[in-house]
């Protein structure tokens, strides 16, 4: 036996005493200097001591290895890795895995989330994500609603107690366009270098609603920002109907009809021919064969002028288009209220 292996074997002991002591846990042991170094040692022997060598000091570490996955040592001895998305049980052990992620999958409203995120990116859009919490001001003021006008109580939502640190009420947002003057005012830099301001905010949106198969508290949708100089509506109508061709993976017909948003002006409801039916048979998804999806509409004067931008020399277009629902089409989904349910068997469904 050479010096090394019998280091290995004292070492060994020192740590056995160690632990029937219960001073220091095994987890702690790994990580001892002696034992590193001679882990390291491995290599620099010459061949014919190597293997006995290299066996001798991995069963140390085994050793070690598997007296940490019994728990020996302290029992105060903190957790090495807590999955707090785990069931039951699984966090007892110190060793704790997480769990394997081949059992998950995508929530079907990411996947068409990240879709179109995904095609709006080709076509020069970046994505910013919106917020589960905002004030008065970005979810109406901004926006053009004026204090007290009918029109907030079209956007009626969750409002907080607490105030934010300006005396503002905090509110769930009820829609994705309270990052519109955000959005605004951080790039309108970009506007002076003659370029575009082109961002799609996917985010949650919360609403008083009286729930049921096709009305949630709770949803999704995907914001649309465009400032230029010079836009049209005809910038806005081609721009989506690429994007939601490119969804469906047809050409889509359109159908645009004027709305009111504080937001914009001119406002429009936007519906799409129905992809699923040739508008003739009872489909399950439209009705007559269109499906209204979205509403947008030019942003009006007032909210770019909220963000410090001259519109006498940029505007846009700007549009709101839900994610959910979008989802609930494209997979014949009749209930909305599967979505947050965490059932499995909905779920599994939609594993690639
Ligand atoms: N925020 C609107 C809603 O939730 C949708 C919308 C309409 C967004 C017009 C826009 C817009 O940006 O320009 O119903």
Known sequence: MNEHLEEVEALRRRFEAELAAGEVSAAELLKDRRLKDLLAAVKAKPAGQRRAFGRAVNDLKDFLTSAREEGAGPATEPLAYLDVTAPFGVNQSETAA?????????????????????????????????RQLDNEFYMFDSLNFPQNHPARDEFD???????????????APAHTSTMQNRVLKRLKGRLEKGLPIAVVVPGRAFRNEDVDSTHDHMFYQLEGIYVAEKVTVANLIATLKEALSAFFKQELELKIQPFYFPFTEPSFEFAISCPFCSQAAACRVCSGGWIELLGCGMIHPNVLRMADIDPTRYNGFAWGLGLTRLTMIGHGIEDIRHFASGKLEFLRQFKA
């Not at 929530?107 to 068409?112: R, Y």
């Not at 939502?157 to 009420?169: V, Y």
């Open 98 to 130: 997480l769990l394997d992620p081949s059992h998950g999958s995508l929530h079907p409203i990411a996947k068409t989330q990240n879709e179109l995120v995904g095609i709006f990116a080709r076509m020069g859009f970046e994505a910013v994500e919106s």
């Open 157 to 171: 939502t969750f409002f907080l107690q607490e105030k934010d640190a300006d005396g503002r009420a905090l509110v």
